[in-house]
């Protein structure tokens, strides 16, 4: 609390150095007579503190004397029937009297200004007004809705102004939508239609329109049972289930996968040949047969599962041991004795590899719409140590003998080596089984099928 208490003395004492420095440079433009630059820096003064008595009298002086000069400016393109002008400065000089009037300082603003500015500003509005509807009826609907937007930014309820912005946004993107549909790039003529739904609901027949683009674009699938040549039938039943899911769960309003009901006894011998091409005949009359743009064949060609061993070696190390020596009238002596003794290091791998391949092929043409051949592996390794010991003093080496120094004995008791050692102690034991492993590898196949059909856009 007082670390916060004096933070915020700190922070105030800093506002009343700055809002000093900028009342005096006001006063020092004042006295060369430049009064809207001295405004300015009394503004800034008062900002920072408000009960800066001598700035906030600087301000009313100077402001005053600057929004005078605005007014007059203002009363000058009045009186010589530049509308626009006269509109614009008006506005200027009402912001700026609002901004001074935010910090407690009200100037003088003769309320006879305003009666002129709304003279002024019936006039402007009007004209632009007219020059907006005529570009609509000329189907210029950009310079239309630029006018439009002037308009409402000034009066924000002039007539049906916000009506007509309105139809100058949304007929151009209403019109690319129909001509997406003439040409049949019924995805685009959705999207189209649905940019003007989510501000317009009932903008003409944009409704139907998405409805009936959206029904067009829809790619009805149907999964054909997937094919096992790896001899693992649960492995392609557990893809197949699993890209049947997430295209369920697609969110992409172009992609329906029918009830697989309907599609049991179609078989993939009989959409695909021994060299892999398509019978289009069997495809379009499956489609016919159940309503559906696409099928969805897929074949397992390989499994192939690693299960390794669990690997035990025995290590060789020292336990080291602190010696503390003190004797009497010198200062303690800390040494350390090394004492030979084993650990024990463990290791295992398991793996999968597997290659699918699937084809979305258009049941109206025969065509192949998507295909891929994914060809992954997954595998998992552990590979730690373990000590009865006491770890924290276990430091890695080697030696020859346990009950006799050789020559050849080695202490490792190093940072990097210590690290090293610490890191198999204290190493993950248990290793993705081969099931765990079998979900993963399906997981991500799954994952890239429904990717790969999601992102298929036949407009591009």
């Known amino acids: 609390m007082k670390k916060t208490g004096f933070i915020i003395i700190a922070l105030l004492m800093l506002a009343g150095c700055a809002s000093k420095r900028y009342a005096k440079k006001g006063a020092e433009f004042e006295k060369t007579g430049y009064y809207e630059k001295a405004a300015e820096m009394y503004l800034a003064s008062v900002k920072r503190n408000p009960k800066n008595v001598e700035a906030t009298i600087g301000l009313k002086r100077n402001a005053q004397l600057t929004l005078d000069k605005k007014l007059g400016v203002f009363l000058n393109h009045y009186n010589a029937d530049e509308p626009k002008e006269a509109v614009y400065k008006y506005i200027e000089s009402k912001d700026y009297y609002n901004t001074v009037l935010s910090t407690g300082v009200e100037l003088v603003f003769p309320s006879h200004y305003k009666d002129y500015y709304d003279e002024v500003k019936k006039i402007y509005l009007e004209s632009r007004y007219n020059e907006a509807y005529l570009l609509l009826v000329d189907e210029e609907f950009v310079r239309a809705e630029t006018i439009l937007n002037e308009i409402l930014f000034i009066e924000p309820y002039y007539q049906d102004a916000a009506v007509l912005l309105k139809t100058a946004h949304y007929e151009p993107i209403y019109r690319k939508g129909k001509e997406f549909m003439l040409i049949q790039k019924y995805r685009s003529a959705y999207y189209a239609f649905k940019k003007i739904l989510d501000k317009l609901p009932n903008y003409k027949d944009t409704k139907e329109l998405s409805e009936k683009a959206l029904n067009q ?37 172009f992609i329906k996968l029918i009830d697989r009901s309907n599609t049991e006894h179609i078989k993939n011998e009989q959409l ?26 897929g074949q397992v060609d390989r499994v192939a599962f690693n299960q390794g061993k669990l690997e035990k070696k025995q290590m060789k190390g020292y336990l080291k041991e602190k010696v503390v020596e003190k004797k009497e009238g010198e200062p303690e ?44 592996s997954i595998d998992d390794q552990i590979n730690y140590a373990t000590f009865d010991g006491d770890i924290k003093n276990l430091v890695m080496g080697s030696w020859s003998h346990k009950d006799k120094d050789s020559s050849t004995d080695s202490i490792k008791d190093n940072v990097n080596d210590n690290k090293e050692l610490a890191s198999l102690l204290n190493g993950r034991k248990q290793i993705k089984t ?19 059909i999601n992102l298929y856009d036949p407009e591009k």
Not at 272 to 297: C, H, I, P, Q, R
């Open 272 to 297: 695909l040949s021994l060299e892999g091409n398509v019978d289009s005949d069997v495809s379009a009359k499956a489609g016919k047969m159940y309503g559906v743009k696409a099928l969805l064949t």
């Open 217 to 253: 674009a829809l790619i009805t699938i149907a999964l054909v049972d997937f094919a096992d040549k790896s001899r693992q039938p649960l492995f392609s039943y557990t893809i197949q289930s699993k890209v049947e899911q997430r295209l369920i769960e697609s969110k992409s309003p």
């Open 434 to 452: 081969m099931d765990e492993l079998s979900q993963e590898i399906t997981n991500k196949i799954a994952d890239n099928v429904a990717l790969k």
């Open 333 to 376: 002596k800390i040494t350390y004795r090394y004492h030979k003794t084993y650990y024990n290091e463990f290791s295992q791998s398991n793996s999968i590899y597997c290659t699918f391949q699937y084809k979305l092929i258009s049941a109206e043409t025969g065509e192949v719409m998507v295909s891929d051949v994914i060809t992954l």
